[in-house]
């Protein structure tokens, strides 16, 4: 069973950088497409961006291209997502998630789920 933890949510300005991390164990995290989605209040949860097993391939929601980055390395079994030019709308708990193989831009394809961490952007 893959387990996931994130961390690095908090509270920062519209203008300021963060950098959420995830860290996954009980599986081979090599086999894992993985992603973070995020729900901010009374909203649906959403994809915010995927990236492939060898971290070759990338994707973003429009939302945040250009603004958003995310990685892996998988020696460490860990993924990260590098944040600038944050909005109040990016304002979300924040999940990171797994699935084997392939990326799925569909939520309910994406079977391991961390608790989330929280981002709050104020103006």
């Known amino acids: 069973q893959v387990q996931l933890v994130e961390s690095g949510g908090g509270l920062v300005q519209a203008g300021d950088s963060l950098r959420l991390s995830c860290a996954a164990s009980?599986?081979?995290?090599?086999?894992?497409?993985m992603a973070w989605f995020r729900q901010a209040p009374g909203k649906e949860r959403e994809l915010v961006a995927t990236?492939?097993?060898?971290?070759?391939?990338?994707n973003y929601a429009d939302s945040v291209k250009g603004r958003f980055t995310i990685s892996r390395d998988n020696a460490k079994n860990t993924m990260a997502l590098r944040m600038n030019s944050l909005k109040p709308e990016d304002t979300a708990v924040y999940y990171c998630a797994a699935r084997m193989w392939l990326v799925s831009s569909v939520n309910n394809d994406w079977p391991f789920w961390g608790q989330g961490t929280r981002v709050t952007v104020s103006l």
């Open positions: 009980g599986g081979t995290f090599i086999n894992l497409a």
């Open positions: 990236i492939s097993r060898s971290g070759g391939a990338t």
